[in-house]
């Protein structure tokens, strides 16, 4: 795709997303979408195919910015379980504050956008846990790939399941999948580090 297509993408995304958290998905046409971001409605069928296509690209452009701070965030950690609370946390507090991922789970406008993260999660849940186990076993390259990638999973869909239903304070959660993780792996707290 060329620079310009990226950017008609990101144009239209960007609208998308404005105009969801402002009328729910409902309220959302394409044809607004396309004025919002000046272009026409045939062109925004052609990118996204249809409006659940449109929706459904916008939470997974979301995830992907999750991700990438996530990516960021166990950078910053030379230690496991250090890292796995840090970025847990990161995405609690990060959801907490999001317009859109409350739009999605709370169903203002309408129920429709909650099985992006329920079940019809694949793209979102499937994208994340392989870049951070990607990203993870890079970083920590002693870690068994099959048994880190199988954690990940767990700890991608507790995260997600903790966004919709919080149960306990973000701290207290980071820090129990982080034990979760650790454990899994069969390495203390602190015992496993990055290497330099």
């Given at each position: 795709m060329s620079t310009a297509g990226r950017s008609v993408r990101e144009s239209l995304l960007?609208?998308?997303a404005e105009l969801l958290v402002e009328r729910g998905y409902r309220g959302v046409r394409m044809a607004d979408v396309a004025a919002a971001a000046g272009v026409s409605r045939q062109t925004v069928?052609?990118?996204f195919g249809d409006k659940w296509g449109l929706a459904q690209a916008v939470v997974?452009?979301?995830?992907d910015r999750y991700v990438d701070g996530i990516d960021r965030v166990l950078s910053e950690h030379r230690d496991l379980h250090?890292?796995?609370?840090?970025?847990?946390l990161f995405t609690l507090e990060t959801a907490a504050d999001d317009r859109?991922?409350?739009?999605?789970?709370?169903g203002a406008g309408g129920d429709e956008l909650l099985p992006?993260?329920?079940t019809r999660a694949d793209p979102v849940l499937f994208t994340a846990r392989d870049r951070l186990a990607e990203h993870a076993l890079a970083q920590w390259p002693s870690l068994d790939p099959a048994a880190f990638t199988e954690v990940t999973d767990a700890a991608v869909r507790l995260t997600m399941s903790?966004?919709?239903?919080p149960s306990a304070p973000p701290e207290m959660v980071a820090e129990m999948i982080a034990r979760m993780v650790t454990a899994y792996m069969g390495v203390p707290e602190?015992?496993?580090?990055?290497?330099g």
């Open positions: 960007d609208a998308a069928y052609n990118e997974v452009r979301d995830n250090a890292a796995v609370r840090a970025a847990v859109l991922t409350k739009l999605v789970l709370t992006l993260l329920t903790h966004i919709m239903l602190n015992g496993v580090r990055s290497p």
